[in-house]
């Protein structure tokens, strides 16, 4: 099973970036993806999550209204469209799945799987 995130760069603020996360090795109807990001320093936190379903979606509030999590099931992927970028948005950002049913949370707890990563660097 693997999750491979790609997307991530440099931008400059007020910009946008679509992150993707390709899962294989699994289906996903079966697992919740969940975005986390970490800031140096920082700890990791939970930034969206999209329900096995698709029906459902959560947001942090430091991201709702600017970031959109939506998913392509016939190429096995999970999207993330990052926009109005704000400095503090810099982070590692990683793609996890959690094998929950209902409604997604931004709890690490239910994480069964974890991608590698991609940094994302907002800076003028």
């Known amino acids: 099973l693997q999750l491979v995130e790609s997307g991530g760069g440099l931008v400059q603020p007020g910009g946008s970036l679509r992150l993707s996360c390709a899962v294989s090795?699994?289906?996903?109807?079966?697992?919740?993806i969940i975005w986390f990001r970490q800031a140096p320093g920082k700890a990791r936190e939970g930034v969206s999550c999209?329900?096995?379903?698709?029906?459902?979606?959560n947001y942090a509030d430091s991201v709702k209204g600017r970031f959109t999590i939506s998913r392509d099931l016939p190429k096995h992927t999970v999207y993330l469209q990052m926009n109005n970028l704000k400095p503090e948005d810099t982070a590692v950002y990683y793609c996890?799945?959690?094998?929950?049913?209902?409604?997604?949370?931004?709890?690490?707890?239910?994480?069964?799987?974890w991608g590698q990563g991609t940094q994302v660097t907002v800076s003028s």
């Open positions: 996890a799945a959690a094998r929950v049913f209902g409604l997604c949370t931004l709890s690490e707890g239910p994480v069964h799987y």
């Open positions: 090795g699994f289906s996903l109807d079966n697992y919740a």
């Open positions: 999209i329900s096995r379903t698709g029906g459902a979606s």
